[in-house]
Nanobody
């Protein structure tokens, strides 16, 4: 019954933009931190960023800061990852996750979505 579902992945050209969505249900996720992570083939899962329960605070990995923006709309039970100026190295499966704490550590997150593939061509 606890569910996080990512959508919006696909193939884009370098320099392009893509917005991922994460619909959440089954828990009171409105007061949870929503994190975004990504995992490329053969690589460990990497922190992308998070947004606080109220949406008032965000934190980003250095690799995406200035290009990616996380937002949320608790009335719609949805978090977003707006990705601009995409680079080939952004290619990965992207996951959303939820946890009561504000943390960049993947191991701290309690709930995870299934992931959505983002591929950036050069």
């Amino acid at each position: 019954q606890v569910q996080l579902v990512e959508s919006g992945g696909g193939l884009v050209q370098a320099g392009g933009s893509l917005r991922l969505s994460c619909a959440y249900s089954g828990r009171t996720f409105s007061d949870y931190t929503m994190g975004w992570f990504r995992q490329a083939p053969g690589k460990e899962r990497e922190f992308v960023g998070y947004i606080s329960w109220s949406g008032g605070r965000t934190y980003y990995a250095h690799s995406v800061k200035g290009r990616f923006t996380i937002s949320r709309d608790n009335a719609k039970n949805t978090a977003y990852l707006q990705m601009n100026s995409l680079k080939p190295e952004d290619t990965a499966v992207y996951y959303c996750a939820a946890d009561p704490y504000e943390t960049p550590r993947a191991t701290d997150y309690m709930y995870w979505g299934q992931g959505t593939q983002v591929t950036v061509s050069s």
